[in-house]
């Protein structure tokens, strides 16, 4: 595939950019973001000062920076957004879960031998959608069902078709018409309450299970977890985790003798199958009972084998950089002014989206902010989540690389002193100044990084 070739007006921007006597300066600060696409622009200063006199030991100013602003790299963990930043929150994702696994990373060793599952729960059915089935490397027919006849709408309910991977009807429902909107709605806005009471169901189970209190349970076992949210092609949230056994101390002491993989996998189906979440009523709007779906699936994980450590990481880090988007969605929150009939999403994303903003305006449903999280289907949790002493922290992943990787060019640049006291008073002050690239930086920031080109339009265009 040819190289996209830039606009007029991008190749203006581009020599305005590349022909600055800032240039170099400006190139050392798009280095230093790792070709983040929206860069975040700061405004302001800082000074080192000595706690007690006050004299200034060293000042920094973005006043000699290009632009009069210091680029930072945004840090998103959306793919669709910034793919180098995403990369980045990938790999400590992953670096974080399989340290939970076998060790590192302020983890020990030991953790290995600590009994673990990777666990999968599912949304309900809300009714039938078109789906991808194979069985021995066979595409089978998507719902072959016989003597069903049409729906109160007209519409056939069954589907014989064997759909491609990129079919754009996968995910969509058999009858948009008789598909359950407003529980699917409602269903992604309560996951995160549902997987709450899961957790303290599973810890109750154990407890039961060994003839122990919940209290009792907590002085010599610690149930700790690593999961991550995924949305299906139907646009319903379910969550993939790494459940672990450790003993009262975490990972750092080992669980005991009784707690084997076999209890956890029990627990974990228990669990799935005992609780529910209510949904609140209003005037038109009956209450709705609402539980996992009844496909869980919990494996064990090994060092060896078909469902490793590096396979589990990687599979819960691919999906912590993804939202909404990939099935059909925005990316960005639906704003009052949007015709969500122009929007260029699916019809089955239309409709939830619409789903959302009708029951967002229902006062009895205001807490759930259905209509401020449209984009998301009603979903507003977090997409990656972990219990404390499951491992290492994102935040100590990212200072550690800062430290590691920044330090001598926040030095070079002016940021810090070439030496630091033992004892210093750092007084800041930032100002938020704008973000992202013109066309031409962004083509600029693409080339001296190594990054794939931003799209752009044909040479000769005129805007």
């Not at 519409?155 to 995910?171: F, I, N, V, W």
Request: glycine fraction near 8%; charge should be positive; hydrophobic fraction near 35%.
């Amino acid at each position: 595939m040819p190289a996209p070739v830039p606009s007029l007006l991008t190749l203006r921007d581009i020599a305005r950019r590349a022909s600055s006597p800032e240039y170099q300066r400006w190139s050392a600060q798009i280095r230093q973001t790792g070709g983040c696409a929206q860069p975040i622009h700061l405004r302001g200063h800082v000074e080192h000062r000595d706690p007690l006199t006050g004299a200034v030991l060293h000042r920094y100013s973005t006043d000699r920076e290009p632009d009069g602003v210091l680029r930072l790299a945004c840090k998103t963990r959306r793919a669709s957004r910034c793919p180098s930043c995403a990369e980045i929150y990938r790999a400590d994702t992953y670096q974080l879960v399989r340290a939970g696994l076998v060790g590192g990373k302020g983890v020990p060793d030991s953790v290995t031998g600590h009994p673990a599952v990777f666990a999968t729960l599912t949304a309900p059915s809300f009714g039938p959608v078109h789906v991808r089935r194979a069985q021995d490397g066979k595409v089978r027919p998507c719902r072959p069902r016989r003597g069903l006849g049409r729906c109160p709408h007209g519409r056939l309910q069954s589907c014989t078709e064997r759909h491609s991977a990129d079919d754009p009807r996968l995910g969509e429902p058999l009858c948009p018409d008789c598909y359950d909107y407003p529980g699917s709605v409602l269903f992604n806005a309560l996951a995160p309450e549902l997987w709450r009471r899961f957790t303290l169901a599973l810890r109750r189970h154990v407890a039961k299970s060994a003839g122990l209190t919940a209290r009792e349970l907590r002085n010599i076992l610690t149930v700790s977890f690593a999961k991550v949210a995924e949305y299906q092609r139907r646009g319903l949230v379910h969550f993939h985790a790494v459940i672990r056994f450790d003993g009262p101390d975490g990972p750092t002491t080992p669980p005991p003798g009784w707690a084997t993989t076999e209890v956890l996998d029990r627990a974990v189906h228990h669990a799935a199958q005992a609780v529910t979440v209510t949904s609140p009523a209003a005037r038109s709007f009956a209450a709705r009972v609402l539980t996992w779906g009844d496909q869980v699936d919990v494996r064990p994980i090994t060092t060896t084998g078909d469902l490793t450590d590096q396979a589990v990481a990687g599979y819960i880090a691919k999906y912590a950089t993804k939202a909404a988007e990939c099935v059909g969605t925005l990316d960005r929150r639906v704003r009052p002014t949007d015709d969500l009939d122009r929007l260029n999403i699916r019809d089955h994303a239309r409709r939830l989206i619409a789903e959302c903003q009708r029951l967002g305006g229902l006062p009895e449903l205001a807490d759930l902010r259905l209509a401020e999280w449209a984009h998301m289907l009603g979903f507003r949790g977090h997409f990656s989540t972990k219990s404390r002493r499951y491992s290492t922290t994102l935040g100590a992943l990212r200072t550690a690389r800062i430290v590691h990787n920044q330090r001598e060019h926040q030095i070079t640049t002016g940021r810090l002193p070439l030496s630091e006291e033992d004892q210093v008073l750092v007084v800041a002050h930032w100002q938020y100044a704008g973000q992202g690239h013109t066309p031409g930086e962004a083509f600029l920031s693409a080339a001296i990084n190594g990054k794939p080109l931003p799209p752009l339009d044909p040479v000769g265009e005129s805007h």
